[in-house]
């Protein structure tokens, strides 16, 4: 029986679609109170008094706090970037006297049920004065008002990044082709709101919090740190988890407070964030405004490239505020070969929420600005965008291949996802579709987006806090597999996709095996699910733990059936000897590292079992009874392994797109969407399509309705999902998806990751769509998202 | 000032007593421990509430319990009859109609209204009668075949 790379259902499934699913405000606890938060209403202001004693009275409530009841108590936020000169604010919990954004936390009741909560946060008064804000991110840069007056300006950090002699390249070039890009800032919406259970023991002294993140170990660790519990006494636990993009790789405020305030009263507290706190106080992504410039020959060959731009930070630094436009800076090279790249970033403080990492982190946007820009040349140049990708893409052969932003691109073929795209949508016939719908005064466009992401994060030397992953692999006595893995998925399958790794590799029955994530109790230190990492980091350390654990199973076979080690066959999940002539065979030859599934290139015959047969299941049991272990050996069935890349993978892939605009409304009809995707080796296919699809979906929100809006005040004015336009099952177009395959050297399986293809990709091919319709009427780029009412506008400014 | 209800749950009733302000959503979580349907926003945009009141698709956190009293709710635990998944629940399995599972309830119990009314839906009438259904993970397309196997397999068709 093999498992990978078949369509494999969800084994996370049977419990989520009967509603039997445990998420943080599913978890039900005797004696539990509730939190409710007051936010500022300003989004910049003085603080001069607080007045709690009404609500401290108020039917049910047990508690209230403010920030100085925890300022000398609960440690800042933390920023685990390290940039060079960077300032980073002393963001506290709750805001003592200064209040920076609409939404951050001033006081915290706490009360028996959660009406009684709520009702009491209205009783708080508070007077501000209230300061000017500084809203957008140019004029912060340049001047306006000052988020934090000490620091003299809003420039929160500068970074040049890059290689190559970029002045030189741009004067090689026979043209130099520019444009001002802004890059939104989005909500990343998970359907399921951060929520929080905090429970203490005061007997045991343990604290237990659940909370909905992607991070639980590297958040037991800073809130060990942030509320002075030792980091052994303290547990976290992610039960189901109703998606992150990147929103629950944090690290926040009312994590801390929640334990903290456990630890006060004796008492599990809950708090289940609202949609409108989670529009103003979770993370938003995205936020840059920028020029990118490139030098381009006649040809279409681009000789360097440059990105001029202002990261709008917020009003503090989350987990990686200020590190997601470095990674902007590190995939400005695309696709291509460009000798000269060189990025200039200014990280500036706004009066807003702190960016952080939503799905793709960063790579979006540099995304975003070269596959727009090639585009805008091939526009100049006349040349079909096509031709001009394929001009600049490296060859096959030249991988692994050095970009200018100091990477190694692992392994790629971006011609032949391209040529599958094309042949895909029948490209040639589109553009002959199109032509003619000009003729008859139709708006018809056609995008292309051939993009390369970083996946698979990362490396330790290029992380912020350790980039590896790990996993535990056990037999139990009576057969029945354990798989513990640090990676913390939240709606991505791995407790499929790591179960039918671990069945190939054993040879034992999918149903046997169960993966088990999120508890630092129960699971060995992890870093968790973010950076399209679970799997190629995640998997691999699954892999590796498989085959330790193999290994000893492998000595206990020898053992029970009188053999050497080295003359013992495992197959189909049973060990014997080997046939003789085999046997012989392979004590000379040293066996090569074997991806599941494969066979290695020039291996020798699969070596025949002889006689007896041990099932690697009842070699658990001998293992855990230990009577028939050879002499010395430790007993019991069960391995470790902390995988540590040796670097990022980079996925790739073409994405097509033809949409047409109705002159009359100026709304965008999608015509065709073709995706070919190659993410390396897939486990499962299921998985990955449903990942791609997501993924596209939330470019076409960034494209085309989706935006955080901050009036000049400050004011959210986009607070609720009545203003925030997540897209709805009718505004999307059925996606036709292909795959491509280049397995990656990195990982002995071949896998690259796939989790954020979809928001890397899509978003400038519909945008290329988009401005390819409207180019007979003189458009060159739009900035998003693209509503009917620009379109519109763009239409009638002509007529 | 409290209020007597009684309630008919996934064919159980329900007597209690509860504020009038008490939003349905509420009730059946927090009261009844039916956790299954899910709170996503509280604007009655995103769908994860709904569950059927008489047979009618209702996003329950925009409706007070004490609006329930005599009525006949079905949420998504009893959709399952007799230990066999409703074709439904099947379709959204079978075809990957779920990732991160908290829209899922709710997305479930409004396609099965859908079917309940039109047993062949087209595709566009599926995605039509999803609108009040958020998901931010599946991008739909899954979502849409779990309906259209659902619909097969409910007209006795063979659903693969």
């Known amino acids: 029986m093999s498992y990978v790379g078949k369509r494999v259902k969800r084994t996370e499934d049977p419990r989520l679609i009967q509603g039997l699913g445990h998420y943080v405000d599913d978890i039900k606890l005797p004696d539990t109170l509730y939190v409710a938060f007051l936010r500022s209403m300003y989004a910049h202001a003085r603080i001069t008094s607080i007045d709690t004693s009404e609500a401290a009275h108020a039917p049910g409530v047990v508690a209230v706090y403010t920030g100085k009841d925890v300022a000398s108590k609960i440690g800042p936020v933390p920023c685990a970037a390290a940039l060079p000169d960077l300032k980073v604010p002393d963001y506290r919990v709750l805001a003592t006297d200064h209040v920076v954004f609409v939404g951050q936390p001033i006081a915290a009741v706490v009360a028996t049920d959660r009406y009684a909560a709520r009702d009491a946060i209205d009783l708080i008064m508070v007077d501000y004065e209230e300061l000017p804000a500084v809203v957008d991110v140019e004029e912060a840069a340049k001047g306006g008002p000052l988020v934090y007056e000490e620091y003299g300006d809003n420039i929160a950090y500068k970074l040049t990044s890059g290689e190559g002699d970029i002045e030189a390249a741009m004067q090689q070039a026979d043209r130099i082709v520019k444009q001002r890009m802004v890059h939104q800032r989005l909500a990343p919406i998970a359907m399921e709101p951060r929520g929080v259970l905090a429970r203490y023991l005061p007997g045991e002294q343990e604290l237990t919090i659940w909370s909905s993140t992607q991070i639980p170990h590297l958040l037991r660790t800073q809130l060990a740190l942030m509320i002075g519990i030792p980091e052994n006494k303290l547990r976290v636990i992610t039960p189901e988890v109703g998606g992150g993009f990147g929103s629950k790789l944090n690290v926040y405020a009312e994590e801390a407070l929640l334990g903290w305030i456990s630890m006060q009263l004796g008492k599990p507290v809950k708090w289940i964030e609202t949609r409108r706190e989670n529009i103003q106080a979770t993370i938003h992504g995205r936020g840059q405004v920028g020029e990118i410039e490139v030098g381009v020959k006649n040809d279409g060959t681009i000789t360097g490239l440059r990105y001029n731009v202002y990261a709008d930070l917020g009003a503090y630094h989350q987990l990686l505020t200020p590190a997601i436009p470095t990674l902007t800076g590190l995939m400005l090279s695309g696709a291509y070969k460009i000798p000269a790249i060189q990025m200039n970033v200014t990280g500036v403080f706004t009066n807003k929420m702190a960016t952080d990492a939503y799905r793709g982190a960063g790579r979006p946007e540099a995304t975003y600005v070269v596959e727009r820009i090639m585009d805008v040349v091939a526009a100049e140049l006349g040349m079909d965008p096509v031709e001009v990708r394929r001009k600049n893409f490296p060859a096959p052969s030249e991988f692994p291949f050095k970009t200018a932003t100091g990477l190694f691109y692992d392994s790629g073929n971006y011609e032949a996802a391209l040529t599958r795209a094309l042949e895909m949508s029948d490209y040639a016939n589109l553009r002959e579709e199109q032509r003619k719908a000009r003729d008859e005064g139709r708006l018809i466009g056609i995008g292309v987006s051939s993009y390369v992401e970083i996946c698979a994060l990362g490396p330790s030397q290029a992380m912020p806090a350790g980039g590896w992953e790990s996993a535990t692999v056990r037999i139990e006595p009576t057969g029945k597999v354990t798989v513990l893995t640090g990676a913390s998925p939240h709606g991505q399958g791995q407790e499929t996709s790591f179960a039918q790794i671990v069945a190939d590799q054993l040879g034992v029955a999918l149903e046997d095996v169960t993966v088990i994530h999120g508890d630092t109790s129960i699971v060995q230190y992890g870093i968790g699910t973010f950076g399209s990492r679970a799997t190629a980091v995640g998997g691999t350390a699954v892999y590796y733990a498989v085959e330790k654990l193999k290994e000893k199973a492998s000595k206990i076979a020898a053992h029970m059936l009188g053999a050497d080690a080295a003359g013992i066959v495992f197959k189909e999940g049973k060990f014997s000897k080997q046939a003789a002539r085999a046997a012989s065979a392979a004590a000379e030859v040293p066996q090569p590292d074997v991806p599941v599934g494969q066979a290695p290139a020039g291996a020798l015959p699969e070596p025949e079992p002889e006689g007896k047969q041990i099932s690697i299941q009842e070699i658990a049991l001998a293992a855990h009874i230990a009577r028939e272990i050879p002499p010395g050996m430790e007993p019991g069935l069960s391995a470790t392994h902390f995988f540590e890349p040796t670097n990022f993978t980079f996925p790739f892939g073409t994405h097509i797109v033809a949409v047409e605009v109705d002159r009359e409304t100026g709304e965008i009809k999608f015509l065709r969407y073709v995706a070919v995707d190659d993410c390396g080796k897939v486990i499962n296919p299921l998985l990955v399509d449903g990942q791609v699809h997501g993924g596209i979906v939330q470019s076409i929100g960034q494209a085309m309705y989706e935006e955080v809006v901050y009036d000049e005040q400050g004011q959210l004015v986009t607070g609720t999902l009545m203003d925030y336009a997540v897209p709805k099952a009718a505004m999307i177009p059925q996606m036709e998806t292909d795959r491509t395959e280049t397995p990656t050297p990195v990982n002995p399986m071949g896998v690259k990751g796939v989790g954020e293809a979809g928001t890397i990709g899509a978003t400038p091919a519909i945008v290329n769509a988009i401005v390819d319709a409207l180019a007979p009427l003189g458009v060159r780029h739009l900035d998003m998202p693209i509503k009917p009412e620009n379109v519109w506008r763009i239409i009638n400014a002509q007529a | ?160």
């Open chain 2, 1 to 160: 000032m409290k209020k007597a209800i009684t309630v008919n749950v996934n064919g159980t009733a329900h007597h209690d007593e509860v504020e009038p302000r008490m939003l349905l959503v509420h009730y059946i979580r927090d009261v009844l421990g039916l956790t299954g349907t899910h709170v996503g926003c509280e604007t009655s945009i995103c769908g994860a509430c709904t569950v059927l009141v008489d047979g009618q698709s209702v996003k329950s956190c925009t409706m007070f319990a004490i609006q329930a009293d005599g009525a006949s709710i079905t949420t998504i635990e009893g959709l399952a009859a007799n230990g066999e998944l409703h074709p439904v629940q099947e379709g959204f399995w079978e075809q990957h109609g779920l990732q991160c599972g908290y829209c899922t309830p709710g997305m479930i119990m409004a396609a099965t209204q859908i079917l309940n009314r039109n047993p062949n839906p087209s595709e566009e009438e599926i995605r039509h009668g999803l609108e009040g259904n958020l998901c931010r993970c599946t991008g739909y397309q899954h979502i849409v075949e779990a309906v259209q196997y659902a619909a097969r397999k409910m007209s006795g068709q063979a659903a693969d």
